[in-house]
T-cell receptor, first 113, second 114 residues
Framework: QQQVKQSPQSLIVQKGGISIINCAYE??????FPWYQQFPGKGPALLIA?????SEKKEGRFTISFNKSAKQFSLHIMDSQPGDSATYFC????????????FGKGTLLTVNP | NAGVTQTPKFRILKIGQSMTLQCTQD?????MYWYRQDPGMGLKLIYY???????DKGEVPNGYNVSRSTTEDFPLRLELAAPSQTSVYFC?????????????FGDGTRLSIL
């Protein structure tokens, strides 16, 4: 049973546009929601993360929006650039589970010049 | 700092062979994890460890074994390689402590079983 559902599977946007990736979770014990960025041939790298006590977190062009009641969170990439082309994974974990990460299936983002 | 280092980067095995995927970290992290990544499936947790001498199963442990004799090293063992174990394997580590600590990943081992 997939505990973190991610959509869309793939996304194509034009340079300068907004990229939006959505995730939904089921386990209310989750208390940490990171987004990872992965380039081909590399391991995932932490992009931005949020805790459920805030509704939004912004770091540069990247913003996480969090809706605790709906058990949903999303990543917004403003002014998308070709260098943002990568696979993005949402994830969730809890201290009670020894911080094991449960990942979404990933979104392949392509930003066209 | 090298971070999390995985070796080898690539490997081809024949069915039934065994091998050990190496993972070492130089950040003095207590927590270490092994994931496998299959196309379109995200990352699935195989085994994890909360410290030297302590290991536990993740979501997909069948066909694998681990050991943790030191804080730095967390090798993953495949005893009888099967085609279903063709995947990209990632090791990660995490500092012990507060919730808001990220897992740091290596660059993976790409394994093909033929």
């Amino acid at each position: 049973q997939q505990q973190v559902k991610q959509s869309p599977q793939s996304l194509i946007v034009q340079k300068g546009g907004i990229s939006i990736i959505n995730c939904a979770y089921e386990n209310t014990a989750f208390d940490y929601f990171p987004w990872y960025q992965q380039f081909p041939g590399k391991g995932p790298a932490l992009l931005i993360a949020i805790r459920p006590d805030v509704s939004e977190k912004k770091e540069g062009r990247f913003t996480i929006s969090f809706n605790k009641s709906a058990k949903q969170f999303s990543l917004h990439i403003m002014d998308s650039q070709p260098g943002d082309s990568a696979t993005y994974f949402c994830a969730a974990s809890s201290g009670g589970s020894n911080y094991k990460l449960t990942f979404g299936k990933g979104t392949l983002l392509t930003v066209n010049p | 700092n090298a971070g999390v280092t995985q070796t080898p980067k690539f490997r081809i095995l024949k069915i039934g062979q065994s091998m050990t995927l190496q993972c070492t970290q130089d950040m003095n992290h207590n927590y270490m994890y092994w994931y496998r990544q299959d196309p379109g499936m995200g990352l699935k947790l195989i085994y994890y460890s909360v410290g030297a001498g302590i290991t536990d199963k993740g979501e997909v442990p069948n066909g694998y074994n681990v050991s943790r004799s030191t804080t730095e090293d967390f090798p993953l063992r495949l005893e009888l390689a099967a085609p279903s174990q063709t995947s990209v394997y990632f090791c990660a580590s995490r500092m012990q402590g507060e919730v808001f600590q990220p897992q740091h990943f290596g660059d993976g081992t790409r394994l093909s079983i033929l």
